[in-house]
């Protein structure tokens, strides 16, 4: 099957998807602990297979032992480069892209990879990698991890938005906006539904300047948000990681 897509940058960094690791582990958790054949893709895992590794250990720890991750990447290059770290059946790396190389996942992780797409693309592919029943968590983060945003998508339509912080490094919930998912990123203007959200987290934030440190900041504005009517989700124990997720549209 031939792979669809582009070669893209491939920058990636240990621990950078961490913080989206934890969260399809709570998500996707019970679908994969039902899964007849746990299987998780990673799609553009990058120059480096470090963060499917991560995903695998992450995963098989917290979730199911068996789980299964595919790596695959439309560079042969860096397939080729990611085989010495392969550990079948669990871990294993291939070339493939949006159709996924024929594979059926429960999941799929794609982050980093639509960003250097045109937007107009972002639908398309979306419908592609959600076209046999799997779930796409599909985002955006810096670097290092410590901010980053992601859609989770079923049947090719996005249901919610998270956005996640190391909470220490967070200067103003305005820095979330160079993250946005591809989808997003370009209505971050007066009169869109994602620019209004970003407006009301800020004022929130800058509403409770506290010394009791950021966790503490980060907590009450999550509250203020869902007391001023923004749809908040989950609870305490997913906003004390710095998390907040909203529907999709807001």
């Known amino acids: 099957m031939k792979p669809v897509g582009e070669i893209t940058r491939g920058t ?15 998500r996707c958790g019970e679908l994969l602990r039902n899964a007849a054949r746990p299987l998780v893709i990673d799609l553009g895992y990058g120059a480096t297979p470090v963060t499917a590794v991560e995903l695998r250990g992450r995963l ?8 299964a991750v595919v790596g695959l990447e ?12 392969a550990d079948p059946p669990g871990l294993q790396f291939r070339r493939g892209g949006f159709e996924l190389a024929g594979l059926r996942p429960v999941v799929v992780r794609a ?13 398309a592919a979306w419908r592609q990698m959600t076209a046999t ?32 912080a190391r909470l220490s490094d967070l200067d103003h919930p305005a820095t979330f906006a160079e993250r946005l998912p591809k989808a997003l990123i370009h209505h971050n203007v007066p009169g869109h539904p ?3 959200l970003l407006h009301l987290f800020g004022r929130a934030w800058e509403a409770e300047a506290a010394p009791f440190g950021p966790r503490q900041r ?5 509250r203020r948000l ?14 004390r990681r710095g998390e907040l997720t909203v529907p999709w549209p807001f």
């Open 12 to 26: 990636t960094n240990p621990n950078r998807l961490r913080r989206v690791d934890n969260f399809i582990a709570y």
């Open 60 to 67: 098989a720890a917290s979730v199911r032992r068996d789980v």
């Open 74 to 85: 439309i560079d042969p290059v860096r397939v080729e480069a990611a085989l010495p770290f």
């Open 111 to 123: 982050f980093n990879v639509l960003r250097q797409y045109d937007e107009s693309e972002v639908a």
């Open 133 to 164: 029943g799997a779930v796409l968590v599909e985002g955006t983060c810096d670097e290092l991890g410590r901010i980053a945003t992601w859609a989770v998508v079923s049947d090719g339509r996005p249901s919610t938005l998270t956005f996640s």
């Open 194 to 196: 994602i620019h209004d």
């Open 218 to 222: 980060w907590l009450a504005t999550v």
């Open 226 to 239: 869902r007391d001023e009517g923004v749809p908040v989700l989950d609870g305490p124990h997913r906003w």
